[in-house]
């Protein structure tokens, strides 16, 4: 219950940082990615945030403004990231 309360509180660091609006996305526990550009306009920015047992993941993709990070590649990142924490958790 700790990671999914910091999944939110992780959520609300990024306001004002990134323009676009939390979707859901299926990785891990709660996954949820925002894509949009920084404020000032000068890169594009993805964050995709999830929890997996008691872990809480954070990914955050910076590119050129005019070159946003490919939703498929986030999906696919994010999911073998998953995947490695998964096998890295104490059963």
């Given at each position: 219950s700790?990671?999914?309360?910091?999944?939110?509180?992780?959520?609300g660091?990024y306001?004002?940082?990134v323009?676009?609006?939390?979707?859901?996305?299926?990785?891990?526990?709660?996954?949820?990615?925002?894509?949009?550009?920084?404020p000032d306009?000068?890169?594009a920015m993805?964050?995709?945030?999830?929890?997996e047992?008691?872990a809480?993941?954070?990914?955050?993709?910076?590119s050129?403004p005019?070159?946003?990070?490919?939703p498929?590649?986030?999906?696919?990142?994010?999911?073998?990231?998953?995947?490695?924490v998964?096998?890295?958790l104490?059963?």
């Amino acid at each position: 219950s700790a990671a999914a309360a910091e999944l939110a509180s992780t959520q609300g660091s990024y306001n004002g940082k990134v323009n676009g609006s939390w979707q859901p996305l299926a990785v891990g526990a709660h996954g949820v990615t925002i894509s949009g550009t920084s404020p000032d306009n000068s890169q594009a920015m993805t964050v995709l945030v999830f929890t997996e047992g008691k872990a809480l993941v954070t990914l955050e993709f910076d590119s050129p403004p005019n070159e946003p990070t490919d939703p498929a590649a986030t999906l696919d990142i994010g999911r073998k990231q998953d995947a490695a924490v998964k096998a890295g958790l104490p059963g």
